[in-house]
Every structure is written in C-alpha cells, then in structure tokens.
C-alpha cells in the first residue's frame, strides 16, 4: 500500500485545525498542563525544599507535570477524537474512500507528534530559565520525552479502538490520568507510599517513565539502570503497537 502525500498533508493540516478549534481539547492538552506548572511553581516559593531529598516542591514535580501534559495529548487529544470519529460515522466512510488505511493512521501519528513536540519545546525552554534543566541535560530529556510520547501515543490508540463512546471515554481517561500519575512517582516518592503502592507501580508504565526523568535530572536512584528503563519503555510501545493493530475497530 503506497502513501498519498498530497492526502497525507491535508488531513495533518485538517487535524491540527480541529485540534485547535474544539476548546475542550486545545485546552486539556496545550493549555491545562501549564496552568499546573504556574500553580506549583508559586507553592515552590513558600514551601520549603525536601531535607531527605534536597530539592525543591516544583524541581521533583516538573517531570510530572510534563508527563501529565503527554498523557493529555495521548488520551484526550488522541483517543477521544477517534472515537468521535467512528461515532460520527467518519472512519466507516473514509474506508469507502480511495484514501488507503496507512495514509489516515500515519496523519493522525504526525498530528499528535507535532502536538506532544510542541509541549516538550515549551517545557525544555521553560525548563531551562527556570533552572530545571541544565544545559547538559537538555538532549537527554528531550530523548526521554519523545520515547515517553510514542509510548503514550500508543496507548492513545488503543484506548481509542476500545472505547465506544466519547462521554465514557471522556470521564474514565480525565478521571484516571492523575492516580496514574501519583502511583508513578511522578507526584510522589514511591519510598512515602505504603507497599501495596509501591507494588501496583511496577505494573504501570509510566513509572519507568518517571524514574527515567528522575535519573537524568536529579541523578535519583531507581530500581533500574537508565538504560534498563529505555528498554522497558521500548518493549512496551511495541507491545502496545501490536495490540492496537489487533484491536482497533473503524466502525
């Protein structure tokens, strides 16, 4: 099957331009995050830093903030309009189309890269004048950021080949976001947490995730090498990857 790159440009034109026009999601996956790293860079100010870790409320919760700025690219700004789309009837047609299925899955990945690169820049540069993020650090942390968006952008599709409706779907991602997150580490040192905590985060992705940020920007320890938790990123966005071809449905 070959690529239509005329096609290709013009349905990642149209997909940023709906991005962009429906408030709801333009501003769950650009604007919301930094509202959050405003909000706990002002508590940073008056809260004193950790004495057992040596950093700072906003330089522990920075790597969070953008994980949870990826995950609401991945699943409100991918899944929820898949399915919009399938409820509408829109991915039924274009199967009727000569548009083949590689064109319209590869526009819909660059639409929601250009989106997850577009929250990296802003949080590399933010990052960066607010001492986050040194200049050495930088190419690691944008690495680690684009292998944590593939891995959240498959887990966007999934979802969105699972889901049916947009309200459910909607709720359930919103509402579960930031318990991922907090069971990550990505909120809170997993070694606070009781152990049953501690247990159901070696079950989530997203752990790893953090750790990786935690390594290379605040030289923590983690229960994997750096390159260990590369490795596991990896093996699950190709896991994930596979899964999603198995399962997503276009009606």
């Known amino acids: 099957m070959v690529m239509d790159k005329i096609a290709l440009k013009y349905l990642v034109i149209t997909g940023l331009k709906e991005i962009f026009r429906e408030p709801k999601i333009f501003f769950f996956t650009l604007l919301f995050p930094f509202f959050f790293l405003a909000m706990f860079g002002g508590m940073s100010m008056v809260i004193d830093p950790s004495e057992e870790l040596g950093l700072s409320f906003i330089e522990y919760l920075f790597p969070g903030i953008l994980i949870f700025a990826l995950l609401s690219v991945g699943f409100l700004g991918t899944s929820v309009p898949l399915i919009e789309m399938r409820q509408k009837g829109i991915l039924k047609t274009l199967r009727t189309t000569p548009l083949n299925e590689i064109t319209f899955i590869f526009s819909q990945i660059i639409v929601r890269l250009i989106l997850g690169f577009m929250q990296i820049f802003i949080f590399t540069i933010l990052g ?64 606070i947490l009781p152990d049953v905590f501690k ?33 596991v990123l990896i093996v699950i966005s190709v896991a994930i990857f596979f899964l999603t071809k198995l399962t997503f449905r276009w009606t």
Do not use: C, R, W
């Not at 966007?156 to 699972?162: K, Q, S, T």
């Open 199 to 231: 247990t159901i985060s070696y079950f989530i992705p997203f752990t790893y995730l953090t750790e990786l940020f935690h390594q290379v920007l605040l030289d923590l320890d983690a229960a994997l090498p750096i390159y260990g938790n590369v490795i």
């Open 128 to 191: 960066f004048f607010m001492g986050l993020i040194s200049l050495g650090n930088i190419i690691p942390f944008i690495l680690i950021s684009l292998i944590g968006l593939v891995m959240i952008l498959t887990f966007g599709f999934l979802l969105g080949g699972i889901f049916n409706k947009t309200e459910l779907a909607s709720g359930v991602l919103s509402f579960g976001m930031m318990p991922l997150i907090m069971l990550s580490g990505a909120m809170l040192p997993l070694h």
